[in-house]
């Protein structure tokens, strides 16, 4: 056996998680530079154009290659694989079936197009989850950089819309709400952000300014967003913590019910003197009983192509990718994706791809309760991004950032056993 060969099963018998050639944070921080640099690219001028070369390649799909080739290098050198990288391997497996289909039926461009959100949402997840526990707890610290970076570009915004409104319009990236200055998926990862350091200083026991000054941040830029999609994620978050914190610790619960019921009258206080916003507040919260709301909109689309359904086959595996998704809403021919992860696994994968993903999801639940006996900060940060990924992907679909993140819960939650009885190394 070689040196090389010798160390990395070394390394292997060293961890709980699957082995890796990587040894330092170095190579983990770049690929997550990577990730989180093209979305922040996005976020601030938009799409990058596509290469010719005979089809159109977006940059999109030279990560999904990069991402999936390291992915296959790291998972040929684990030692075995947990439960959660045989579900994430399991519906990559269907991804690349139906992608096949797909190019066969309508062409590599008219398939790749519908499957690269989910194709690196998914080689992101693979990769991450067979990272190194403090590696991944590293990349939680280039998320911090990255949700800092797009609260300053929507403070930038709003202060653009109050000096000049008419400069620049960003009503296409917020669905036609001026003040929505970034989309609902920063949004998302703003109020977890928000989340983790909450969880930060409970599995602590002990608040830092620091941690306290940028929950109030990213939890006002959330609130003034509207983004619905956020504020329920951001919501089931709080739900969770709250149960957790309870079971764990009753003190803490009381003070944290203290905290809020101090708060609370001060923020509504706040938004009444605000004006314009606290109606738009309002409007927000009202708006999904309206019968012709964007909820209602979507449901009734669902129900159209859930009936495209109709084979036994259809049902188990799913339609092949560049079936798209035509339907008609109040009469209007529409073709946008489904906006919710669970029906367009459930048309593209089928009920054995949509299961593939419970299980995935879950095992990480399960495997953070089972890590440490109470609770750590890795745990509970763990459970956090599956539970507002969860109830985020009702409406909205992934992306290659929620990707790296969810590859981080699962190795999260793979606290290892050695640190098992000194929770601050977890």
């Not at 601030?44 to 999904?64: K, M």
């Not at 694989?81 to 045989?86: A, F, H, K, N, Q």
């Not at 797009?150 to 915004?157: D, E, I, T």
């Amino acid at each position: 056996m070689s040196a090389f060969a010798s160390h990395a099963a070394t390394y292997s018998m060293r961890h709980d998680s699957p082995a890796l050639v990587w040894r330092t944070g170095g190579a983990w921080m770049a690929v997550t530079g990577i990730v989180v640099g093209l979305a922040l690219t996005d976020a601030i001028i938009g799409p990058l154009p596509a290469l010719s070369a005979g089809i159109q390649i977006y940059p999109q799909d030279i990560l999904c290659v990069v991402l999936g080739a390291l992915a296959l290098v790291t998972l040929l050198m684990a030692r075995r694989w947990s439960v959660t990288v045989i579900g994430l391997l399991g519906v990559t497996a269907l991804v690349g079936i139906q992608l096949m289909r797909g190019v066969t039926a309508f062409g590599l461009t008219t398939a790749g197009n519908e499957s690269r959100t989910i194709a690196c949402f998914l080689t992101a997840a693979v990769l991450f989850a067979t990272a190194p526990h403090e590696h991944a707890r590293g990349a939680l610290k280039v998320l911090l950089a990255y949700t800092i970076a797009l609260a300053a570009l929507a403070a930038v915004r709003w202060a653009i819309l109050l000096v000049n409104p008419g400069w620049v319009n960003w009503g296409d990236v917020g669905g036609g709400k001026p003040i929505r200055v970034i989309n609902a998926s920063h949004s998302l990862l703003l109020c977890q952000s928000a989340l983790l350091a909450g969880a930060w200083f409970l599995a602590r026991g002990r608040a830092t300014k620091s941690a306290l000054g940028w929950i109030l941040v990213a939890g006002a830029t959330v609130v003034v967003l509207q983004h619905r999609s956020a504020w329920f994620a951001g919501a089931a978050g709080l739900v969770w913590l709250a149960v957790r914190t309870y079971a764990q610790r009753p003190g803490q619960w009381r003070r944290g019910v203290t905290v809020v019921c101090i708060l609370a009258p001060i923020g509504i206080a706040a938004l009444a003197l605000a004006g314009g916003l606290s109606t738009d507040l309002l409007a927000s919260l009202t708006e999904p009983t309206d019968p012709h709301s964007t909820l209602a909109w979507r449901i009734s689309g669902w129900n159209a192509l859930i009936s495209e359904l109709g084979t036994v086959s259809d049902w188990l595996l799913g339609l092949p990718f560049g079936t798209g998704y035509l339907r008609v809403i109040e009469g209007a021919l529409r073709e946008e994706s489904p906006h919710n992860f669970f029906i367009e696994a459930l048309l593209r994968l089928g009920v054995v791809g949509l299961l593939a993903l419970v299980v995935t999801y879950g095992s990480i639940l399960v495997r953070a309760r089972r890590a440490v006996r109470g609770w750590s900060f890795s745990t509970l940060a763990a459970e956090l991004i599956v539970v507002t990924q969860l109830a985020f992907y009702l409406v909205y679909s992934p992306d290659a950032v929620q990707g790296m993140l969810l590859g981080v819960a699962a190795a999260l939650a793979a606290c290892p056993k050695s640190q098992a009885q000194t929770k601050a190394a977890c």
